[in-house]
């Protein structure tokens, strides 16, 4: 006979938040903010509304260096430098070790979302964009807003705490992922910490302790009541191997290819010519495909259909599953909503907004604004 899992003790939930609390009030011993990517920054008021452009959204950047007599992270690093001034992204990068093992990115990310919560709502950066120090920046004319909801989808992604890559069914990766300013994503990373903690994973070493803190998150944002709060996207929005193959991706890995760095730093201009990525098109429809997936999710599951329960669940499930599978064909996506809308007897203009079919379509090639 097994006894079931206990639920997570309050005594280390608590311990958590009291951590992320004191490192509020050290965090200038811990954390340097660099600014010089996006001097004289003063961020004023901006309200959801009709006018809202997605590039209005604010956004900081995270990483972690704590070596840094390493010339090669140190370089990866100087490379964002000409982005953070185009966009006026500030750039915290965490200096020393908060503790040993699987929490430092997850404790890190949190402390600073408690950090911009202290402070008045139209002082807030709105998103947390971490990325690991072996991820180098390939693509500089590239937003991070084309990775978020856009801004006139506010309500059908309201619920959403966390933007990130995942392929294959695999865990959430933790090497580059976004993080609403917001209570929920507190929630999200507390919940996820006590659980690497009671399995004591956190003693493993890097590489392990970064796979039990995605597994940990991951196993949290699958839960029924959380399943809501991530979107997932394909790898190769992130990472398809720009200076190795050409192409003109937004991030690369350094492992394997520490050389790429020395060619770049050498190479100043080296996205002036290369298109966005992912392409406008592709961002539309992955977007367009997204919200209409979830509008007519929320109205199968006002009519008691849920991948629990109700006589669709199966094809309930089947759109749930597709939508957490990270992948970036909107057309795959789309054939099984749009089986859930005919047995749910939706015509294309039941749901508000049925933007897979016109509402974007004539813009799919204007990309982001």
């Known amino acids: 006979m097994t006894c079931p899992r206990p639920p997570v003790s309050r005594s280390i939930l608590a311990l958590i938040l009291g951590l992320c609390m004191l490192l509020s009030y050290t965090y200038p011993s811990l954390v340097s903010t660099l600014t010089s990517g996006a001097h004289n920054l003063t961020l004023t008021p901006a309200p959801w509304n009709a006018t809202r452009q997605q590039n209005d959204i604010r956004i900081a950047k995270a990483t972690i260096h704590y070596d840094r007599s390493n010339a090669l ?21 965490l200096r020393r070790r908060i503790v040993r093992g699987a929490l430092n990115r997850l404790l890190f990310v949190q402390q600073l979302i408690i950090t911009e919560l202290q402070k008045r709502e139209e002082e807030r950066v709105e998103w947390i964009m971490y990325f690991d ?11 991070l807003q084309v990775y978020l909801p856009p801004v006139e989808d506010v309500e059908t992604f309201k619920t959403v705490e966390i933007v990130g890559m995942r392929f294959g069914g695999r865990a959430l990766r933790l090497n580059v992922f976004l993080m609403r300013v917001s209570a929920g994503s ?8 006590a659980r690497v903690l009671e399995s004591k994973s956190d003693r493993d070493g890097d590489d392990a302790a970064v796979d039990a803190a995605a597994i940990a998150l991951q196993a949290i944002l699958d839960q029924d009541q959380h399943r809501d709060k991530a979107v997932y996207q394909s790898p190769w929005w992130y990472d398809n191997q720009g200076p190795l193959t050409g ?10 290819a520490l050389g790429i760095i020395h060619h770049m730093a050498k190479k ?10 992912p392409r406008p098109d592709e961002w539309h429809m992955f977007w367009s495909s997204h919200t209409e997936a979830r509008k007519v999710l929320g109205e199968a599951k006002d009519r008691g259909h849920t991948a629990e329960m109700g006589e669709l669940k199966e094809l309930v499930r089947d759109v749930r599953l597709w939508l957490a599978s990270g992948t970036s064909d909107a057309k795959e996506l789309m054939w099984r909503v749009e089986a859930l809308k005919e047995r749910l ?10 933007v897979w079919y016109e509402t974007r379509r004539d813009a799919s090639n204007e990309g982001p604004k």
């Open 345 to 354: 007897e939706i015509d294309t203009g039941d749901v508000e907004q049925d």
């Open 268 to 277: 100043p201009e080296r996205s002036k010519d290369r298109s966005p990525f």
């Open 73 to 93: 992270y140190s370089q990866a690093l100087a490379l964002h430098e000409g982005h953070n001034k185009q966009f006026g992204y500030e750039m915290h990068v």
């Open 247 to 256: 192409e003109s991706g937004f991030l690369s890995h350094m492992k394997g």
């Open 186 to 193: 507190v929630e999200l990373l507390t919940l996820a910490m």
């Open 133 to 143: 120090p072996d991820v180098v920046l390939w693509n500089e004319r590239i937003p």
